[in-house]
């Protein structure tokens, strides 16, 4: 006599967890594909007689091959986006199947490293410049794996392989590097990271978390088991807290979405004697960024359903760890709230002491409205200087024969457009991507008999949207520079 298995009931937080996934790993098949589909095509131009099989061809197909064991599973997945139950079975074919897509994108994505390098945006760059106030960043952008974007600085590169300190300020004598993942280069919605990174630039020139180290850190601060895994933990995390402080401080909450999503679709968590860089536990880097933005007076209410499904993702990932593995990390993650929380108020004393312009409620409240335009299938570049209601209180107080005309100007004025800051234009796109992309799924993976699989779907969301914020820092960046031209020296 057969058994039915059990099915079990879908659970709110656990879906919302299953669906920042697959987009995340959907995101990254998509942009991956197009990567080598750009690669093929450079290399069919300049071989036009033809050849065999190239490295390209068989990195697609080898994508291609692992994406079809994954929608072997597209059924249950439709299911699962419609709140329909599964069973333990069905729920493990689906879990394995998008380990398996995810294992092998990321593996494709670190063999780019392999073949020609292309450029970053300069959107990027605009991006930066806009964020921190500085046209002369002194730094340039590369393209590279995401270990090296996401895990390490160029200077902790070159120091692992035992580049002479010497010979490490000659090589960044023409500025900083800051690392990109190739993945992110059409990204805008990633290079939050950036802004971290140069985080470190600016800690590195004024001294920042050093300066912290000698003042307030006392020493035995640092267990031994901690310093024995990480000889220099102290340092490694007020550096890192200073970056993501620094990062905050300008972008807002968006500053920490790429890395808690790239977190997400990593299969499992990193033992303590893999965390590299210094970089302290991340629960204990959203608890301390968090903190830091409210004290700025900045919410995080839109985005509280990420950091939600991240705690759930990273207490299932710490469970399934070994023990050794999980008590290692859990005595490093107190051990790194132990050492920041006293320092976190000084850290954000020395980051406001920078002069950055600094992300706002009111900008938060701009991009929500800023997201709609999003939603309409506009950039996002300009926004009038004044709020609607003033604008039309303004036209309302005049009265003709009793004003003058500089009155008048006054309130046409109001009629200016600005350029949207960068920091809008990101947290508008996180907005926006945070409420579409589960109606793009549904389309993905349609839930009626007999209709395909369409993963070009959200292939073409994804494009759209980069299209679209691309195009809004752009024209942000002209409409700040025609302003700038246009205004008495």
């Known amino acids: 006599m057969s058994v039915t298995?059990?099915?079990?009931?879908?659970?709110?937080?656990?879906?919302?967890?299953f669906l920042y996934v697959l987009s995340e790993?959907?995101?990254?098949?998509?942009?991956?594909?197009?990567?080598?589909?750009?690669?093929?095509?450079?290399?069919?131009a300049e071989h036009a007689e033809g050849r065999s099989a190239t490295a390209v061809d068989k990195l697609i197909h080898y994508l291609e091959e692992h994406c079809q064991m994954f929608l072997g599973n597209s059924g249950r997945v439709a299911r699962l986006l419609r709140d329909e139950?599964?069973?333990?079975?069905?729920?493990?074919?689906?879990?394995?199947?998008?380990?398996?897509?995810?294992?092998?994108?990321?593996?494709?994505h670190e063999l780019l490293l392999l073949l020609p390098r292309e450029a970053a945006k300069p959107q990027a760059s605009f991006l930066l410049q806009d964020c921190f106030g500085r046209k002369d960043l002194q730094a340039s952008i590369v393209l590279t794996n995401l270990f090296s974007a996401y895990e390490y600085r160029f200077e902790d590169i070159l120091e692992k392989v035992n580049v002479e300190q010497e010979e490490r300020m000659a090589l960044t004598q023409g500025g900083n590097v800051l690392c990109q993942a190739f993945g992110d280069k059409d990204n805008p919605l990633a290079w939050a990271v950036l802004a971290h990174e140069y985080g470190h630039v600016l800690d590195d020139h004024d001294a920042i978390s050093k300066k912290i180290l000698q003042k307030e850190a006392t020493p035995g601060q640092v267990?031994?088991?901690?310093?024995?895994?990480e000889p220099d933990f102290g340092a490694a995390v007020i550096a890192e807290t200073v970056a993501d402080f620094i990062a905050a401080h300008v972008l807002g909450p968006a500053s920490l979405m790429p890395i808690l999503f790239v977190e997400m679709m990593q299969p499992k968590l990193r033992g303590v004697r893999r965390i590299s860089a210094g970089h302290p536990p991340t629960p204990v880097r959203v608890q301390l960024v968090c903190e830091y933005l409210k004290q700025?007076?900045?919410?995080?209410?839109?985005?509280?359903?990420?950091?939600?499904?991240?705690?759930?993702d990273y207490q299932r990932k710490l469970k399934d760890m070994d023990k050794d593995q999980r008590d290692g990390l859990e005595a490093m993650e107190k051990e790194a709230e132990r050492l920041l929380s006293p320092l976190a108020k000084e850290i954000a004393r020395k980051v406001s002491s920078l002069g950055l312009r600094r992300f706002e409620e009111r900008d938060l409240r701009s991009a929500r409205t800023l997201q709609q335009t999003l939603a309409s299938k506009q950039p996002i570049s300009s926004r009038r200087s004044r709020s609607q209601e003033d604008i039309s209180a303004g036209l309302s107080s005049l009265k003709g024969g009793e004003v003058t005309p500089e009155q008048v100007y006054a309130v046409l004025a109001g009629l200016?457009?600005?350029?949207?800051p960068g920091s809008e234009i990101l947290s508008a796109g996180w907005l926006y991507r945070l409420s579409s992309f589960e109606d793009v799924l549904m389309k993905t993976f349609p839930g009626e008999t007999g209709q395909n699989v369409d993963l070009d779907a959200y292939g073409k969301y994804v494009e759209k949207t980069d299209g679209l914020l691309l195009?809004?820092?752009?024209?942000?960046?002209?409409?700040?520079?025609?302003?700038?031209?246009?205004?008495p020296a």
């Not at 700025?296 to 759930?312: H, Q």
């Open 5 to 17: 298995p059990e099915v079990r009931p879908v659970n709110a937080l656990e879906r919302r967890r």
């Open 25 to 44: 790993a959907l995101e990254k098949f998509s942009r991956l594909r197009q990567i080598l589909r750009r690669q093929q095509v450079f290399i069919r």
């Open 85 to 108: 139950p599964l069973n333990e079975a069905e729920e493990r074919a689906v879990t394995h199947g998008l380990r398996i897509l995810i294992v092998h994108t990321l593996q494709i």
């Open 223 to 229: 267990d031994d088991v901690t310093r024995k895994v």
């Open 296 to 312: 700025l007076g900045v919410t995080i209410s839109d985005f509280e359903p990420v950091f939600e499904a991240y705690k759930l």
């Open 416 to 420: 200016d457009e600005v350029p949207v």
């Open 471 to 487: 195009k809004s820092l752009e024209l942000a960046d002209v409409h700040a520079e025609v302003l700038r031209r246009l205004s």
